[in-house]
Structures are given as structure tokens and as C-alpha cells.
């Protein structure tokens, strides 16, 4: 028995590959959920492929979707990768901790007391650092 042509198609032809960037906090075991994809849903089908990235870099999974309806779908991890141990932790100036928060924040600010962020978006570390500088200046 061989192949018939009509099951040999292109994959882009048959299912959608679709990128996430999970929020900061977020974990895999949430996205298991399938009303986590409700605002999402009605693009999805079976087999399409969701690549996940955490918004601070920390893991990295691969799901395929089983089932999909208008409010809801159902997916499974394919594959998944812790990252944590690869990124820095951050450092600590003047009671404030600078870090790379992912693509989406970019460098922040955290107030290190209570762990709130009180700057994102910094293009840079040097560019975090300054406002940080600046913003102890005018609370100084």
C-alpha cells in the first residue's frame, strides 16, 4: 500500500503555526485550560501549532491544538523549556532592581520592597538605570 497524493499536502496548507507571548506570571499548566483561549478560539483548529515564549524569557513550549470551538479550545504541550537558569536576575540600585522583562516590557524598573513596577520599556539597561536616576532625584 502506498500513499495516496490527496493526504500529501503542503503543512502551511493544512494548519497555521501562531506565536504567544505568554504574560509575566503565566504558566503552561494555565494555558491547559481551554478557556484560556476563548478570545482567541474561533482562529484555532486541530493541529494548528501555538508556539508559547514567557514575556520574561523564563520558558519556551510548543502546543498543538486538539479542538477548537468558537469560546474555547483544547491543547497539549509537545514540547517545553525551562529557561530561568539562563537569564540574569537582575541587580539591585539603591533599594530597585533593573531587569530585562522580555520583548514586550523590555528593561523595568522594580521597587524592590514591595516588587512593583514602577518603570518598562527601557530600550536598554543604561536607559533604565537613567530613569531610575532621574526618578530618585525628583522623589529625593
Known sequence: MSLNQSRFKSAEYVRSVWAVTAEEGMRIEDMLKPEYWAHVAFSLKPWDKIEVRAEDGA?????????????????????????????????DVDGHIIKWSGPHAKWRVIRAADKSVIHEGASSEAEAKKWLDDHLRVVA
Open 59 to 91: 520558558f519556551y513550549a510548543e502546543l498543538v491544538v486538539m479542538q477548537a470551538s468558537r469560546s474555547w479550545a483544547k491543547v497539549r504541550i509537545l514540547h517545553q523549556v525551562e529557561l530561568n537558569e539562563a537569564l540574569p536576575e537582575g541587580f
